[in-house]
């Protein structure tokens, strides 16, 4: 007996070259994705080493020494309470990029069930789930976060929580979208007339095949929810003190630009730098995990 996995299997269809070049090789012939990729890593690696790398402590001031420009023993310099800044802004990039990475995984895991049945089982519940989502999407997502706070009050947990819930639509429309083409192709059908149930098929053909603009657009979201978390810190919404964060150092910081530049630009660059590398990374991803740009890429390196 042939089992539903086996007809499926061989209705997919195959690669006839047989010696396609994997994603993650073509990845790292992309030179700007992959220096986007080791500012990340340098990233993530600061903000779980920042206690051992910050040669201060957060909160330990030094009043005599207030509003220092950079040096050797300060190297971003001091802020108006004495406190060494290069310190605030390592630690807080461990606060910026654990809000960002779970806001954005509660927002990936609801949006992508939403889209996946949504776009499997159509009809009545595609009507609702979507009609939802629209609802949703007609709030600016800044402002749909500000009321999530306005209700549940501020600080870091609602913060993650407002962030999730406004990304969980740009999730679930993505994933419909892969899902309504995917839906109809012949291993799906193939597995459906032997029997094979929903959730089976959801976990084991539609999942792995909406997998790429998936993961496109957690990267995508992952820059955004960063710059959404400094702007509901910056706001007092977000972070509160003493904890440092990147919005809420340069919330701080407003009143002394013109005394003191560094208050604002180290935090500054810090978001530039995280978002900036998260597209880069974003864009490079999208190029190989798309079957277009993916043929593009090929044909240039076989010439090559």
């Known amino acids: 007996m042939t089992s539903p996995d086996t007809v499926a299997m061989a209705t997919m269809p195959r690669d006839s070259s047989g010696k396609r070049s994997t994603a993650?090789?073509?990845?790292?012939?992309?030179?700007?994705?992959v220096t986007g990729a080791v500012v990340l890593l340098i990233m993530v690696l600061s903000a779980l080493l920042g206690p051992v790398l910050a040669p201060f402590?957060?909160?330990?001031?030094?009043?005599?020494?207030?509003?220092?420009?950079?040096?050797?023993?300060?190297?971003?310099?001091?802020?108006d309470l004495g406190r060494d800044v290069f310190s605030r802004v390592i630690i807080a990039a461990q606060v910026s990029l654990q809000v960002a990475l779970v806001s954005v995984t509660i927002a990936l895991l609801v949006g992508v069930i939403v889209g996946m049945v949504s776009g499997y089982v159509g009809g009545w519940v595609d009507s609702v789930f979507m009609r939802i989502v629209d609802v949703m999407f007609a709030f600016p997502m800044l402002i749909l976060a500000l009321a999530i706070v306005a209700v549940l009050g501020p600080g870091v947990t609602?913060?993650?929580?407002?962030?999730?819930?406004v990304y969980i639509p740009i999730f679930?429309?993505?994933?419909?979208?892969?899902?309504?083409?995917?839906?109809?192709?012949p291993f799906v059908r193939a597995s459906q007339t032997m029997g094979t149930g929903n959730l089976r098929?959801?976990?084991?053909?539609?999942?792995?095949?909406?997998?790429?603009?998936?993961?496109?657009?957690?990267s995508l979201s992952l820059a955004f929810a960063i710059l959404s978390e400094a702007a509901?810190?910056?706001?007092?919404?977000?972070?509160?003190p003493p904890q440092p964060s990147w919005g809420r150092m340069l919330f701080e910081a407003q009143g002394l630009m013109g005394t003191a530049w560094w208050l604002g630009?180290?935090?500054?660059?810090?978001?530039?730098?995280?978002?900036l590398a998260f597209n880069l990374v974003g864009d490079g991803l999208r190029d190989v995990l798309d079957p277009q740009q993916r043929s593009v890429i090929e044909s240039r390196s076989s010439r090559r």
């Open 24 to 33: 993650f090789s073509l990845f790292l012939h992309n030179k700007v994705s």
């Open 57 to 79: 402590g957060i909160n330990d001031t030094d009043v005599a020494n207030a509003l220092k420009p950079p040096s050797s023993s300060h190297w971003f310099g001091t802020d």
């Open 172 to 185: 679930a429309r993505v994933t419909r979208a892969s899902t309504l083409g995917i839906r109809s192709e």
């Open 232 to 240: 509901l810190s910056f706001l007092g919404l977000g972070v509160q």
């Open 265 to 275: 630009v180290f935090p500054g660059v810090a978001i530039f730098i995280t978002v």
């Open 158 to 165: 609602t913060a993650t929580i407002a962030i999730g819930v």
């Open 201 to 218: 098929i959801l976990r084991t053909h539609i999942l792995p095949n909406v997998s790429g603009p998936i993961i496109v657009q957690t």
